[in-house]
């Protein structure tokens, strides 16, 4: 009803009333209101309907060493495709789950030849494509975090975030631009007054990434309504569905690999925060967990 932020005032106000009751001696109050506040933590809610769509969630355990070095592109692939399989007892419609950055591909076309031959496989974003529809096989959806560039004239000026869907013939039918960027990962805030002072992204790349619209649900036929959430996005209490539209399900590809021990936790955590406000299954997909 209220989320995260006022569950959170209500917990602090709930820790000071409870050690102000016994401050006072009083005893059976206290007493009292803990068991109360126990048994509203856990009474059972009940069980939301089961599923019937099958997916193929792939972790593939890519550190970002993997990910940044080109001649990883390719035993890359072959990992997440390996990983992709359908597995032989099953014929059914499914989605395969791919996390964040983990396709250096370029995956539409018109953008100048040069950024192709230095990232896409084949050179050719249909030749790309083709072969991640071989991958996912019949009656399967590919949904895969990679990126997108703003082009103008012969150079690219930005590039967005994004999470691509990919039929079974090696169509884009679907997407999603992230729009709770990073800064100092994704962009450079007030990069003209910073930039002069040396500072840049944290990140390797020089052009900004630009922001998507924010929620947005992604019809996908026989296979759901999903809605998508790239990485951190997850954290945005009441801020990660569309109201007017709402999803079957989540979809939130990442990479948690930067953030060492105690970062993919709280991250999970998070989301399965998002999961109980919404009311909605949430599939992480991350590039060396917690999926």
């Given amino acids: 009803l209220t989320g995260t932020y006022?569950?959170?005032?209500?917990?602090?106000v709930l820790s000071v009333v409870l050690v102000d009751q016994g401050l006072r001696r009083e005893w059976m109050r206290a007493g009292i209101a803990s068991a109360l506040l126990v048994v509203a933590m856990y009474w059972p809610m009940g069980e939301g309907e089961q599923g019937t769509l099958d997916y193929?969630?792939?972790?593939?355990?890519?550190?970002?060493?993997?990910?940044?070095?080109?001649?990883?592109?390719?035993?890359?692939f072959l990992a997440l495709a390996a990983l992709s399989a359908r597995p032989q007892h099953e014929d059914a419609l499914r989605l395969v789950l791919w996390p964040e950055g983990v396709l250096p591909d370029y995956l539409r076309e018109g953008y100048p030849q040069r950024y192709y031959a230095a990232t896409t496989a084949g050179?050719?974003?249909?030749?790309?494509?083709?072969?991640?529809?071989?991958?996912?096989?019949?009656?399967?959806?590919?949904?895969?975090g990679t990126i997108d560039l703003?082009?103008?004239?012969?150079?690219?000026?930005?590039?967005?975030?994004?999470?691509?869907?990919?039929?079974?013939?090696?169509?884009?039918?679907?997407?999603?631009?992230?729009?709770?960027?990073?800064?100092?990962?994704?962009?450079?805030?007030?990069?003209?007054?910073?930039?002069?002072?040396?500072?840049?992204?944290?990140?390797?790349?020089?052009?900004?990434?630009?922001?998507?619209?924010?929620?947005?649900?992604?019809?996908?036929g026989t296979h759901g309504r999903a809605g998508l959430q790239i990485c951190y996005e997850i954290i945005f209490s009441g801020q990660v569905v569309d109201r007017s539209d709402r999803p079957d399900y989540i979809v939130n590809p990442s990479i948690d690999g930067w953030f060492g021990a105690t970062g993919p936790p709280q991250h999970f955590a998070q989301a399965r925060m998002r999961a109980i406000e919404e009311g909605l299954p949430v599939l992480r997909a991350t590039t060396t967990g917690i999926s």
Wanted: a negative charge; proline letters at 8%; zero cysteines.
């Fill in 150 to 220: 703003e082009v103008e004239g012969d150079r690219a000026v930005a590039a967005y975030n994004v999470v691509t869907v990919v039929d079974d013939e090696g169509r884009i039918v679907g997407g999603y631009r992230k729009a709770h960027l990073v800064p100092y990962g994704e962009y450079l805030p007030l990069r003209s007054w910073l930039e002069p002072l040396g500072l840049s992204r944290l990140v390797a790349g020089s052009i900004d990434f630009w922001p998507g619209p924010g929620p947005r649900t992604v019809d996908l």
């Fill in 56 to 76: 193929t969630l792939v972790q593939p355990d890519f550190d970002q060493d993997t990910l940044n070095d080109p001649r990883q592109y390719e035993p890359g």
């Fill in 6 to 12: 006022a569950l959170s005032g209500l917990a602090a």
């Fill in 123 to 144: 050179r050719d974003p249909v030749f790309a494509r083709k072969r991640i529809a071989r991958v996912i096989g019949d009656d399967s959806l590919l949904l895969t």
